[in-house]
């Protein structure tokens, strides 16, 4: 043997050699190399597919939730920017009315304090928030349990004091 193909022999121990040194050892052979390889290449190739349908449908959530957040905001701004007489205050419910001309307004007059007869079209009722948000007065007897959730995952952490 040459020195030259010495050289590229590996020097190290034969626990790391990177093909075998012993006789005893089990031969590999390259359609055997070529299977595993194929089998390597298709396991990467669906755990690849399977984390980026996991990754596809969060982009389809978030789309659904930047949509929701849209639309509140929408309807929020119409809520804003209906006619007012008088100061709002964040913790009391006002009532909106629409007039003949599609302009909607705000009332501290609910229908049952018209009588049941508004002098306009009845549309919601709502309740002005701290944070100058608008909640359906509907929707205030439903329950807000994030408050709670929060609480608890703060407790599974360790995090909230109690």
Not at 26 to 38: H, K, R, S, W, Y
Not at 62 to 67: H, V, W
Not at 69 to 87: G, Q
Request: proline residues 6%; aromatic residues 8%.
């Amino acid at each position: 043997m040459t020195d030259e193909k010495k050289s590229i022999l590996h020097q190290g121990a034969d626990h790391s050699s990177p093909y075998p040194v012993s006789r005893l050892a089990p031969a590999f052979q390259a359609p055997d190399l070529a299977e595993e390889v194929e089998r390597a290449e298709s396991m990467l190739s669906a755990r690849t597919s399977a984390k980026l349908r996991v990754i596809a449908d969060q982009i389809k959530s978030l789309q659904e939730e930047a949509r929701k957040v849209l639309d509140e905001a929408h309807d929020e701004h119409a809520l804003t920017h209906a006619e007012c007489a008088f100061k709002r205050l964040p913790g009391k419910v006002y009532h909106l009315y629409q007039r003949a001309d599609g302009r909607q307004y705000f009332s501290m007059l609910s229908p049952d304090d018209w009588r049941g007869e508004p002098p306009h079209p009845y549309l919601a009722s709502y309740r002005l928030e701290n944070d100058y948000s608008w909640t359906p007065l509907e929707s205030l007897d439903q329950a807000d349990d994030t408050g709670d959730l929060v609480q608890q995952l703060l407790r599974i952490d360790g995090l909230g004091g109690r």
